[in-house]
């Protein structure tokens, strides 16, 4: 099968003939992939910033936003069967240890994460656990919901997180209309009564903030900080920073009032902040990595009622390198997906 294929850090992946995957264990699923989506995780994986935290052995598979359909299960597979339409967590996990059994998937003991520690499914097939598999409409089409596996799932988590701050009267910022938080911004639509502010850089980025459910957008042209104090009268009660690097780290903290919460889900950046303002004003910096199975399965409600909808731009799989220029470039709106 074909495969996007990463042999060294700080060098392009490569399209290339690679080994179909094969069922090994009894609870293994093969899927046959139908959207992958580029994230931004690809670039910074390509950059060698997952290498300490992941070690996969090169060359491996990149891509850890996958839906498809279910090609071959193992032998004590009985949730998926052959021909269903899935989207995948994107953390096969183990279901036995604390964490599984909490309900706190991305906190497995035992967990493997294709894409970033081995085999991703940016190619033909990919090689997933019977855990993993979250079950669709069947008309549902997978290049239509991919990015949702990871982008989405970690958009909603956050939001899922911050709805009890969230009560009618607040005011909530999304820094980033990108990817991410053109998601968070939907999920926040949906599940809140709070006021949405987004801050990006780019005007087309906020012109669909504004369709999709902003009450107010504000361009980042350095005076962000000072407009967000405005419209807010001093700060937000939550800011969701889907951005976090180049600056927007400070200002995330800097835009959330007494008591309030700076939620960190882009990455890249360094929060630099006195511990006197932290409990002074009693603010909460909190951390988000991708969410738990019932959360996407959640997200995979609003989504197939039409309440969250994914703005994309597809590439066949044999483009992936064009996606990925696309998306390093600041040329992609909403979401690249590869499309096998
Ligand atoms: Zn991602
Ligand atoms: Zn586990």
């Not at 052959?82 to 003991?109: F, K, Y």
């Not at 958009?155 to 997180?161: E, F, G, L, S, T």
């Amino acid at each position: 099968m074909k495969a996007v294929r990463l042999h060294k850090y700080h060098q392009q992946p490569v399209v290339e003939e690679v080994p179909d995957p094969v069922v090994k264990g009894p609870l293994d699923v093969i899927v046959k992939v139908g959207g992958a989506g580029v994230c931004r995780t690809d670039l910074h994986i390509i950059d060698g910033q997952w290498e300490a935290a992941m070690d996969p052995d090169l060359p491996y598979t990149i891509g850890h936003e996958n839906a498809g359909w279910v090609q071959e299960i193992g032998s004590s597979v009985t949730n998926v069967t052959v021909g269903d339409t899935v989207i995948l967590h994107p953390t096969p996990t183990c279901g036995l240890c604390r964490a599984c059994r909490a309900g706190q998937d991305m906190h497995c003991e035992n967990s493997s994460f294709p894409g970033l520690d081995s085999d991703g499914g940016m190619a033909e097939y990919l090689l997933t656990s019977a855990r993993a598999c979250v079950k669709l409409d069947p008309s549902t089409r997978p290049q239509d919901v991919a990015a949702l596996a990871d982008a989405g799932i970690t958009a909603y988590h956050a939001v899922r997180k911050a709805i009890p701050l969230l009560y009618p009267g607040t005011s909530c910022v999304v820094i980033g209309a990108g990817g991410l938080g053109h998601i968070g911004i939907q999920c926040l639509a949906a599940l809140t009564a709070s006021r949405i502010i987004v801050v990006d850089r780019n005007p087309a980025a906020l012109e669909l903030a504004g369709k999709l459910g902003a009450a107010h957008t504000v361009v980042a042209d350095g005076n962000q900080v000072e407009a967000v104090a405005e419209l807010t009268g001093g700060g937000a009660e939550v800011v969701l920073d889907f951005v976090a690097e180049e600056g927007a780290e400070q200002d995330g903290f800097a835009m959330t009032r007494p008591a309030g919460s700076y939620f960190v889900i882009g990455y890249g950046g360094t929060v630099h902040i006195p511990t006197l303002d932290i409990i002074s004003t009693e603010r909460n910096i909190i951390g988000n990595i991708v969410g738990t199975y019932n959360e996407l399965a959640e997200l995979m409600e609003l989504a197939q009622s039409g309440r969250v909808t994914l703005h994309t731009k597809t590439y066949p799989l044999a483009d992936a390198l064009g996606a990925i220029a696309d998306l390093d470039a600041g040329k992609v709106r909403g979401r690249a997906i590869l499309v096998p």
